[in-house]
């Protein structure tokens, strides 16, 4: 009896079903948490292993978490349990089914919207009991044919109140095509995105922006109070002496936080002095460029910061206020990217492609940002997705119905195929002066097959030799600049790197 709590994500280093895990043991509950990191590839050949492990276990719930682009896969699992064990009842989370429910109750019958660590152990006690789910907080289903949403809970404010993650934690399985077997480090390193050597965990949760296109926008529509909660010092730097405890080869400390700089200069202090002092390890966070300050990333630099992720998503600045509803401009990024390779930190920086608002004149400015924005840096270059319950998308049905493209299908990583998002690409990486000079003979005729076969050269020299040189030394940025440092964590990066390529020549 219990819960089972799964995951169909392709990483193991998931938080949201490991919290929700932590606070049902924590709380008295029994809970196992089955990784089905496969479930996409090897479907039917996982059921046999399943369905020996649910029937020994016998869970009085299954649960699962899920986005957008996990909803085959999600509902592929559910279907299976739900044939073999009608008895048992399912619950979907996560910010598919909080931003879309509808979509969801053609394959259960509850979902769970926005946090859901009190409803979670709600449900489990009413399983156990055979109880109804429907007045549950947080609970949305279908009366009559139409969609009844519960009230939610407060949102927790007291993070410290909430136990601490485990890398591994206690009755964590993992699906395999031999069966379900329990999950150990070996298993870990296997399936983990970066062969197990960063530790991911999050400091806060909520963002103090409300970007149209992101989750974020959903929640602060759920919540009227949805703002940046952090757990103090002490309580993350419990979790990550517990992680260095419990594996003392981790080498990277991966901040997931929305922004982990939006905090208070003193709190920043606070922490950077005790991560100096008790963790000392490269540190990898996320910002936006608002808050990347001298004072800020000096503090970070000094406390281990080694790699830190921004977001440009569009070089025009109308795009970004009128139709993304971004504080942060273009010229707050490239201000923001010049003081980060000052001091000498290897960044990400996000673009997004294929927004039908965008002018081609807005398209080259995104290029013209990135021909000022030094170099090298690694791009992840993300093509527009209308998820649902975004402002954006409300907009994009009423404007631009034909440009959407099914969130639970689309994938972000493969953008569409047009000189102009070759050109953004080329940018990432091409040398400057030889940038601007494609962008003038772009603007100069568009359409002619020389600009077109130069472009293709160019785009097929940086695939071939820039991006790889780019991706060497940003990876040996992060190594402080050593070149031993570098071919020796080179290994962990390899399955990163066949991703990016696999995606760059999937394009449309």
Excluded at 158 to 165: G, Q, R
């Amino acid at each position: 009896m219990g819960v089972l709590l799964i995951s169909v994500q392709r990483d193991l280093d998931i938080l949201g079903l490991k919290h929700l895990h932590h606070y049902l043991l924590a709380n008295g509950q029994a809970s196992q948490l089955l990784f089905m990191p496969t479930a996409g590839r090897d479907g039917d050949r996982l059921h046999p292993g399943l369905e020996r492990f649910i029937a020994e276990t016998r869970p009085s719930l299954v649960a699962l978490s899920l986005m957008s682009l996990e909803f085959a896969d999600a509902a592929a699992v559910t279907r299976f349990i739900r044939g073999k064990f009608p008895e048992i009842p399912v619950v979907w989370g996560g910010i598919q089914p909080t931003s879309d429910p509808e979509t969801c109750f053609d394959v259960v019958d509850h979902i769970c919207v926005g946090e859901g660590e009190r409803t979670m152990l709600d449900l489990a006690r009413a399983a156990e009991q055979r109880q109804p789910f429907d007045g549950i907080p947080n609970i949305g289903r279908r009366v009559d044919g139409k969609y009844v949403q519960n009230e939610c809970y407060p949102l927790i404010e007291d993070l410290d109140s909430l136990p601490i993650l485990r890398r591994i934690a206690p009755e964590s399985y993992i699906a395999l095509r031999s069966g379900v077997a329990p999950l150990d480090e070996k298993l870990f390193r296997r399936f983990a995105r970066h062969a197990g050597r960063n530790y991911i965990t999050i400091s806060s949760r909520g963002c103090p922006f409300g970007c149209a296109y992101c989750c974020n926008n959903q929640f602060r529509k759920l919540y009227k109070n949805w703002n940046v909660r952090r757990r103090s010092v002490g309580h993350i730097i419990g979790e990550l002496e517990q992680a260095l405890a419990d594996f003392p080869g981790v080498e990277y400390m991966n901040f997931h936080d929305d922004c982990f700089l939006a905090c208070p200069i003193e709190y920043l202090k606070e922490f950077c002095r005790e991560y100096k002092a008790r963790i000392n390890r490269p540190l990898i966070a996320k910002s936006t460029p608002t808050y990347i300050t001298d004072e800020r990333l000096s503090l970070l630099k000094d406390a281990g910061l080694s790699w830190i992720s921004l977001g440009l998503q569009s070089g025009s600045e109308r795009v970004c206020q009128e139709i993304y509803n971004r504080k942060s401009l273009p010229k707050h990024f490239v201000e923001a990217a010049k003081t980060i390779h000052r001091y000498k930190i290897a960044a990400f920086y996000d673009v997004i492609l294929d927004n039908p608002w965008e002018t081609e004149q807005d398209q080259l400015d995104t290029v013209r940002a990135l021909i000022d924005t030094p170099k090298p840096f690694y791009p992840e270059i993300f093509s527009l997705v209308f998820y649902s319950g975004t402002a954006l998308r409300e907009k994009a049905e009423k404007e631009y119905p034909n440009a959407i493209e099914d969130p639970t299908t689309k994938d972000y990583r493969i953008r569409h195929k047009r000189p102009v998002n070759d050109l953004v690409e080329i940018a990432t990486t091409m040398h400057a002066p030889v940038m601007r000079w494609l962008v003038r003979c772009y603007e100069k005729n568009p359409k002619s097959m020389g600009t077109r076969v130069i472009i293709q050269f160019a785009k097929w020299y940086s695939r071939v030799v820039l991006t790889p040189l780019s991706y060497l030394l940003v990876i040996r940025l992060s190594q402080g600049g050593s070149w031993v440092k570098t071919l020796r964590v080179l290994p962990n990066y390899f399955k990163v790197g066949f991703t990016y390529y696999w995606h760059l020549f999937q394009s449309l």
